[in-house]
């Protein structure tokens, strides 16, 4: 069975291209998961893709970097996925978008290749975090940095953003507790902590 696992942030728009081309190649189940590069960390739909699959199965993914945050994560995968006789497949790189054989010196140029495709986006997040900061000190020397935008607020380029910044704004005036308004908005504890907090100082101004 062909097990394929999609990860997009919440603004992502390749969700769509991502099932396509997973279904394209055979793709039977497929997880996805929805976050920001900040919430990672906690990858549940990446632990039950890896709980789902079986020996004998193949999971599937788009990029390398989607098996892990770092070098380590992804050749710990890839490990746990050789100890369980689970196969790997890498949609966007054609060597490897073909299940993974059993002849020796196929798999030992496979593993190199995904060691090194493992090092190149590693170093690729790496530089991408250097840029992103050397951008940000240029622009606080120029005192036009603004820091990210919100998600969530008045301001918010998604009117559906905005729209459920203003229905959090409602439930806290309303006194609701800070867990029930992030579970029913799908918005993080600390979401829902900041809008409050922004709240508590407008008032003080005002």
Do not use: C, W
């Amino acid at each position: 069975m062909k097990v394929a696992y999609a990860r997009v942030s919440s603004t992502d728009q390749n969700l769509d291209r991502q099932i396509e081309a997973f279904k394209n190649h055979g793709a039977e189940k497929i997880f996805v998961e929805k976050k920001s590069g900040a919430d990672m960390i906690h990858r549940e739909e990446f632990n039950e893709a890896l709980a789902f699959v079986r020996e004998g199965d193949f999971l599937m993914v788009e990029a390398i970097d989607r098996l892990g945050r770092n070098y380590g994560e992804v050749i710990q995968t890839v490990n746990t996925l050789k100890e369980k006789k689970i196969g790997l497949m890498v949609t966007s790189v054609p060597l490897l978008s073909e299940p993974i054989g059993d002849p020796l010196l196929d798999r030992f140029v496979k593993d190199l290749l995904l060691q090194l495709l493992a090092m190149i986006a590693e170093r690729e997040r790496e530089e991408s975090k250097r840029r992103q900061a050397q951008g940000i000190a240029i622009a606080k020397e120029k005192g036009i940095y603004k820091g990210r935008p919100q998600l969530y607020s008045p301001t918010a380029k998604d009117p559906q953003k905005q729209a459920v910044y203003y229905q959090i704004v409602r439930m806290l005036e309303e006194g609701m507790a800070i867990k029930t308004i992030a579970e029913k908005n799908r918005v993080t504890r600390p979401t829902v902590y900041r809008i409050k907090s922004e709240l508590v100082n407008k008032k003080v101004v005002d």
